[in-house]
């Protein structure tokens, strides 16, 4: 495990967990991608709120791995994947940390999506 090399360099950078009281369905169109009651919620200076789910909650048979790796200096390498659906592919729609930060481990391991790419919508309920 190590710490993150953002909060040490920009401790003022904010990037705040926590559980979210409602559930979150992912959808593109009709077709739910995920749906998940057990979620948090991340909240980072300068982005969207994001929500991460449970892998178990996302039917991963329509994700794809992709080759894509970012580095976030707060929470750790995150790796992508392509949502494949009717024949239609929405790439980069999802990401997972599956070594995040220390300050981050809340995260190791769940999904979340791009909202912010067409067709792909996060709805919150409850």
Known sequence: MTHSPGH?????HKVEEKPLKQKVQVAVGDQVVAE????VE??????????????????????????TRTKCP???????????????????????????????EALKGLVAFHDDKPGIEVRRSG
């Open 42 to 67: 991340v909240d980072e200076d300068n982005h969207p709120p994001r929500f991460y789910v449970r892998r178990d909650d996302v039917h991963m048979e329509m994700l794809e791995p992709s080759n």
């Open 74 to 104: 707060f929470k750790g390498e995150a790796h992508y994947y392509n949502l494949a659906l009717d024949g239609r592919i929405i790439e980069d729609a999802a990401w997972t940390y599956e070594n995040p930060y220390d300050e981050h």
């Open 8 to 12: 040490q360099k920009w401790p003022e």
């Open 36 to 39: 998940s009651a057990s979620v």
